[in-house]
Nanobody, 121 residues
Framework: QVRLVESGGRLVQTGGSLRLSCVVS????????MGWFRRAPGREREFVAS????????YYGESAKGRFAISADNAKNTVVLQMNSLEPEDTATYYC??????????????WGQGTQVTVSS
């Protein structure tokens, strides 16, 4: 079994930055990659970014390109999403996912509880 715990979400002003962390525990040998997804009220779940467990392959959703960066620290079993130039449209619950790889949520077997990011205008 794999357990994911996210942290770092909070209220921030437009243009600000946040650093979301996801700590992975359990059978990490099952993990090929990690991803971040988000869901805003009344909207579909959206892919944000993903990274292979080796850290050498990354994908970004359109809304994240140029503003967000994903990284992995295998020694600490942690994946980090650095978010810069935040906009009110980034307000959502952000979920960490583990298992597969790529942009499709269906490829990920394990999910965290989510961390709330709110960007004020």
């Amino acid at each position: 079994q794999v357990r994911l715990v996210e942290s770092g979400g909070r209220l921030v002003q437009t243009g600000g930055s946040l650093r979301l962390s996801c700590v992975v525990s359990g059978r990490t040998s099952y993990i090929i990659g990690m991803g971040w997804f988000r869901r805003a009220p009344g909207r579909e779940r959206e892919f944000v970014a993903s990274i292979s467990w080796s850290g050498d392959t990354m994908y970004y959703g359109e809304s994240a390109k140029g503003r967000f960066a994903i990284s992995a620290d295998n020694a600490k079993n942690t994946v980090v999403l650095q978010m810069n130039s935040l906009e009110p449209e980034d307000t959502a619950t952000y979920y960490c996912a583990a298992g597969g790889a790529g942009t499709d949520a269906a490829f990920y077997n394990y999910w965290g509880q989510g961390t709330q990011v709110t960007v004020s205008s």
